[in-house]
């Protein structure tokens, strides 16, 4: 279940769970609301500290996700304003909503799920998800509805692979683009991604030609925060 491409609506299409965690921010917890086959999360490479939170109202997929989720992932089977009211009095969380789309702009015109939105669930979301104070990425077909509702908010389209064949999608974000979770799939698509490896590969061999101190020195270096790297430069005899 846990990634599964056959669940109705899943992001495991080629170019949406890339697309998606191209836009997910450093974040202590990250909260799937409305998980099905939680393809966005299956895909995230897990670190010490980051913990991943999975919900879905229906009963059998969550407790299909339960069985096949790796340990550390917590799954809930609650409605998802339940699970906003308990996480979002924490800090550095990122909720993460793919709710039912509206009706009007599915292509097929049919119910897909067994808890599916009505039009007053779809603007019950909409509040619920304006009020929120961390930060939110939603996935959506683009439409007047959720554009007039989330005016301020940024949107960045992609193409996903449904049944009736490609359609282009859009994520909601009331935060600015930032350093990601995961920056396996930067890069715009596979070829693009090839092209970084391949820069990646010749610095790396670069690197290595160099004495092991040094070296360490470097990768130290960068992997500091462009801040603390500026402090460290204009430190009065940093040279000496
Ligand atoms: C579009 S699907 C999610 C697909 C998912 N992103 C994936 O990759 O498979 C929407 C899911 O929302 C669930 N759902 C519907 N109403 C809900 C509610 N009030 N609270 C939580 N989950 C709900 C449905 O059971 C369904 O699994």
């Not at 769970?17 to 836009?23: C, D, E, G, K, L």
Request: charged content about 20%.
């Amino acid at each position: 279940m846990f990634g599964s491409a056959g669940y109705p609506g899943s992001k495991m299409a080629m170019g949406a769970y890339q697309a998606i965690i191209n836009q997910i921010p450093k974040c202590k917890v990250f909260v799937e609301l409305f998980a099905g086959s939680a393809a966005v999360s299956s895909k995230l490479s897990m670190s010490p500290g980051f913990i991943v939170v999975l919900n879905d109202i229906d009963y059998e997929i969550s407790q299909s996700l339960l069985l096949s989720v790796p340990a550390g992932i917590t799954v809930y089977n609650k409605d998802y304003r339940d699970i906003i009211k308990a996480f979002d009095v924490l800090d550095n969380v990122v909720f993460f909503a793919d709710p039912p789309y509206e009706m009007s702009v599915r292509s097929s015109q049919r119910k897909y799920y067994r808890y599916d939105f009505e039009t007053s669930d779809t603007l019950d979301f909409i509040s619920s998800m304006s009020a929120v104070s961390n930060k939110v990425i939603i996935t959506h077909y683009p439409c007047d509805l959720y554009n007039t509702s989330f005016e301020s908010w940024r949107k960045v389209d992609y193409e996903s692979m449904t049944r009736s064949g490609l359609r282009l999608e859009r994520m909601y974000m009331n935060y600015e683009a930032s350093m990601l979770q995961c920056c396996d799939y930067v890069g715009n698509d596979y070829t693009d991604r090839q092209r970084l490896l391949r820069k990646a590969i010749r610095w790396k061999r670069k690197l290595s030609m160099l004495p092991a101190n040094e070296q360490q020195y470097i990768v130290k270096y960068m992997s500091m925060p462009s801040e603390t790297v500026d402090d460290i430069y204009l430190t009065p005899g940093f040279y000496s």
